[in-house]
């Protein structure tokens, strides 16, 4: 129940403090029991009486709309009574309300005062806010040694984001000393709070040999623990090894699975993956309709070799109507990225007239680029194409490619 008070601190009650205990203590238990609408009602009273803990946990349940309509309105009021308070929870809602604008316009200055007040008194979840941002200059300069500071001390209380954060400091080198075990160090405290960040990294650690031994099946574990709690590219990372075999048994089935909960998250390269399984009817049955949707989703995110895939269902009319100019701009988008097999595709669009006005020099050019990416059938083309080309056009298109390179492929 993060930004909850689950207990309240009975030496700062008043004249009935016996009933306001048994009443709050019954509003955790009614919250814990997810009967969200039986914790609000118990709760409401005490907070309209002025007891902060209930204050603190009203707003909350309005920011969410558990057990009430979402009202930010509502929330804000009930956060900032209870901050002025003393209540140091409450003042870390309130600063989380101004920095992101809930409920009232965003201040970064307001969201800095409330949440140095609450970590000044040990607000773990304040401390860590405060460091993220002095890590990122949000209403103070920017200040890695500062933000770490703050990191350290919330970590130290186990603050599962601030334990990923410090690792992530020591994981750049950014506040001190780039350090990858103290960065494992504090990815496994917060990975085995279920932080899914955590846990992808140090799968990813694991994997790569970064601050530990490289470890197959420690990197398996982790990235089945992030992607079990929903971390995307732990998600797609799980595809590819069981579409590959790597650390696992190879399973089409199981990475169709993580690549589909990866590619429902907006994950491109999951997407991508899907639509090659359907393209290709590896663990699905071959479907050229849904493997055009999941290139279009990963293509339209700027992924060049999805770009260039669904360029060529275009070219062939596969899952699509055939329609070489769309072929054309899709090949252009990945050929732009630098993407050898797109300029190659490319250039064979010049050389056959299929979308664009035929132009020799222009596919010569694309093939030219093509081949300095190692494309296998760029240089035959290129020397094909020749044998139809006067010498001057043949200078002009070396020209051209070198001047495309020049300008990162833009408007060749």
Not at 7 to 15: E, K, M, S, T
Not at 22 to 43: E, I, L, M, T
Not at 151 to 165: E, P, S, V
Not at 246 to 269: I, P, S
Request: hydrophobic letters at 40%; glycine letters at 10%.
């Amino acid at each position: 129940m993060k930004g909850l008070v689950v207990f309240p601190v009975l030496l700062c009650l008043l004249l009935g403090a016996s009933v306001f205990a048994a009443d709050f203590v019954s509003g955790v238990q009614f919250y814990k029991q997810k009967d969200y609408a039986g914790a609000f009602n118990q709760w409401k009273p005490l907070a309209e009486l002025g007891y902060p803990e209930a204050q603190n946990n009203l707003g909350w349940l309005y920011e969410r709309g558990k057990g009430t309509r979402r009202d930010l309105d509502a929330a804000f009021k009930w956060y900032r009574l209870a901050a002025k308070q003393g209540n140091a929870v409450a003042q870390t809602n309130l600063g989380s309300m101004y920095e992101h604008g809930k409920g009232v316009s965003p201040s970064d200055q307001a969201a800095l005062r409330w949440y140095t007040i609450a970590a000044k008194k040990g607000d773990p979840a304040a401390q860590n806010n405060l460091g993220s941002m002095y890590q990122n200059g949000k209403g103070v300069a920017a200040d890695n040694e500062i933000a770490i500071k703050w990191y350290r001390l919330a970590a130290r209380q186990g603050n599962r984001h601030a334990q990923f954060n410090l690792g992530t400091r020591y994981q750049k080198g950014l506040g001190v000393a780039q350090d990858n075990k103290a960065a494992i160090k504090w990815f496994e405290l917060a990975a085995r709070q279920g932080h899914s960040g955590a846990q992808y990294n140090l799968g990813w650690m694991y994997e790569n040999q970064v601050g530990a031994a490289r470890d197959e099946a420690k990197a398996v574990e982790w990235f089945h623990a992030a992607a079990n709690n929903g971390d995307p590219l732990a998600q797609a990372n799980l595809g590819a090894r069981y579409q590959h075999g790597q650390g696992v048994a190879r399973d089409y089935k199981n990475a169709f699975k993580w690549f589909l909960a990866a590619a429902t998250q907006g994950d491109a390269l999951a997407q991508y993956s899907l639509g090659k399984m359907y393209q290709t009817g590896q663990g699905v049955t071959r479907n050229f309709e849904s493997a055009v949707g999941w290139f279009r989703s990963a293509a339209e995110k700027g992924h060049a070799a999805a770009q260039n895939l669904l360029g060529a269902m275009y070219s062939r009319g596969l899952g699509v109507t055939q329609n070489h100019r769309l072929a054309v701009d899709w090949y252009r988008s990945a050929a732009e990225q630098g993407d050898g097999t797109a300029q190659y595709n490319l250039g064979a669009k010049y050389a056959n007239g299929e979308g664009v006005t035929r132009d020799y020099v222009r596919a010569h050019m694309w093939w030219n680029l093509a081949a300095s990416r190692d494309n296998r059938n760029a240089p035959y083309s290129r020397e094909q194409i020749e044998n139809e080309m006067t010498p001057d056009e043949v200078k002009t298109a070396r020209r051209l490619a070198i001047e495309c390179e020049a300008r990162r492929f833009r408007d060749c």
